[in-house]
């Protein structure tokens, strides 16, 4: 589940840098609101898609390694490959990607880079013949309907 950032580890790490540098500076709402995010970022959203995905008989692979970017998850037969995005890593550009008001030009080049990095794994993918779905954590249900819409009409 690395959502673009390089490991599981990375991204707690980040996480806990953000929480750290919070701690001390914003009010107790506007902290647990962003750590909130932080937490869900971990493991939320990708589980709600799996989970409905499976539950409506679709099998797929997890973070396939040999694909561009380690999909969350692929569906080898459909040539479909599925992104769950947090909204803030990501840099979906809604309510939802606020910047921390400390360390804002860090966290900034730091989304800047993940979304060049997913434009890239995206064209890669492409060029390989892959339908790229991305599902945004803001429009979770939109994304799953989309997706199995999709998959329905490909069966
Ligand atoms: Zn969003």
Redesign the pocket.
Known sequence: MTHGLRSNDDQLLLGRRVVIALVDTVDKKTRSKIMSRVRSKNTRPEMVVRRRVHAAGYRYRLHRKDLPGSPDLTFSRFKIVVFVHG?FWHG??????RMPSTNSSYWRSKIERNKQRDRKNQAELKSLGWDVHII????LEGGINRLLDVLGRSK
């Not at 979906?92 to 990607?97: A, L, V």
């Not at 945004?136 to 429009?139: G, H, Q, R």
């Open positions: 909204c979906h550009g809604c309510d939802r990607c945004w954590e803001c429009d």
